[in-house]
T-cell receptor, first 117, second 118 residues
Framework: AQKITQTQPGMFVQEKEAVTLDCTYD???????LFWYKQPSSGEMIFLIY??????QNATEGRYSLNFQKARKSANLVISASQLGDSAMYFC??????????????FGKGTKLTVNP | GAVVSQHPSRVICKSGTSVKIECRSL??????MFWYRQFPKQSLMLMAT?????????EQGVEKDKFLINHASLTLSTLTVTSAHPEDSSFYIC??????????????FGPGTRLTVL
């Protein structure tokens, strides 16, 4: 079974509008972390936001927020006020456990976001 | 923030040759480095995890004799693709992490290396 599921291969949004990118995950580990990365056409992976399994509040970083619904095992990324530069691939990833950085990340298949002017 | 570099950024080689890709953490000591491969329009697939001074742990299906990983120091890991073939053409990305005072145990990614085998 897939550990990270991103059901939207592609999404379109108008500039200045908000968009939600879906991510569901599967784990039995009580300690885990969820990450969102942006990958523009240049290929670099840009870290956007992190949510820990024990975090009580939804994470926010500027225009990015994470809608964390633990019971549903979902961690959707919300981008507010979309900009043309937001057009890129977006990957959701999960780290299971907490052993000081040696845990691997498992990535979803990604969502290609296109922001239209 | 922590910076990871990769060299070269792009390499084209003939079938049968070996190619070495370097991954360096520039401003921190990386206790763990990870190597990923990404085919066009696909996700990142972890190839192996390496800790400084010990043998890399390879993911299922990854040939360790073909993809040699050396993590000789806390700032450098190398991936050598031996006897490369066209099907090895891909985007290779490394990441590095460290144990310390950062709450996410975040992996910091290099910019990637695009390998084309003719």
């Amino acid at each position: 079974a897939q550990k990270i599921t991103q059901t939207q291969p592609g999404m379109f949004v108008q500039e200045k509008e908000a968009v939600t990118l879906d991510c569901t995950y599967d784990t039995s580990d009580p300690s885990y972390g969820l990450f969102w990365y942006k990958q523009p056409s240049s290929g670099e992976m840009i870290f956007l936001i992190y949510q820990g399994s024990y975090d009580q509040q939804n994470a926010t970083e500027g225009r990015y927020s994470l809608n964390f619904q633990k019971a549903r095992k979902s961690a959707n990324l919300v981008i507010s006020a979309s900009q043309l530069g937001d057009s890129a691939m977006y990957f959701c990833a999960m780290r299971e456990g907490d052993q000081g950085g040696s845990e691997k990340l498992v990535f979803g298949k990604g969502t290609k976001l296109t922001v239209n002017p | 923030g922590a910076v990871v570099s990769q060299h070269p950024s792009r390499v084209i080689c003939k079938s049968g040759t070996s190619v070495k890709i370097e991954c360096r953490s520039l401003d921190f000591q990386a206790t763990t480095m990870f190597w990923y491969r990404q085919f066009p329009k696909q996700s990142l697939m972890l190839m192996a995890t390496s800790n400084e001074g010990s043998k890399a742990t390879y993911e299922q299906g990854v040939e360790k004799d073909k993809f040699l990983i050396n993590h000789a120091s806390l700032t450098l890991s190398t991936l050598t693709v031996t006897s490369a073939h066209p099907e090895d053409s891909s985007f290779y990305i490394c990441s590095a992490s460290y144990s310390g005072d950062h709450s996410y145990n975040e992996q910091f990614f290099g910019p990637g290396t695009r390998l084309t085998v003719l």
